[in-house]
């Protein structure tokens, strides 16, 4: 039973900086993709950054050249640096992780809560 568990939310001030951290278990093989999405309330979970296995990214246009996303591939664990932060960063994050062989399965972490206060 593969789990994802996030950790490194928490409250920031605008400006300020916070890592988000996100490990899964149960898991023998590597993600293809792995990646963060946020909810804020009364919204839909919007894609933030994602990281292949070839260690390329995509980031959502709000975040770009302010977050970071790696991996550590053979551990099956992805990180979100989030720097010069703002109100509208503030959401619930959550890691998502996928697998393509034959059919793609997609697992999502619990969530964590991200307070940016101005």
């Known amino acids: 039973q593969v789990q994802l568990v996030e950790s490194g939310g928490g409250l920031a001030q605008a400006g300020g900086s916070l890592r988000l951290s996100c490990a899964a278990s149960?898991?023998?093989?590597?993600?293809?993709?792995m990646g963060w999405y946020r909810q804020a309330p009364g919204k839909q979970r919007d894609l933030v950054a994602s990281?292949?296995?070839?260690?390329?990214?995509t980031y959502a246009d709000s975040v770009k050249g302010r977050f970071t996303i790696s991996r550590d591939g053979a551990e099956n664990t992805v990180y979100l640096q989030m720097n010069s932060l703002k109100p509208e960063d503030t959401a619930v994050y959550y890691c998502?992780?996928?697998?393509?062989?034959?059919?793609?399965?997609?697992?999502w972490g619990q969530g964590t809560q991200v307070t940016v206060s101005s």
């Open positions: 998502k992780a996928v697998r393509r062989l034959y059919i793609t399965t997609s697992y």
């Open positions: 149960g898991s023998s093989f590597s993600f293809n993709t």
């Open positions: 990281i292949s296995r070839d260690s390329s990214t």
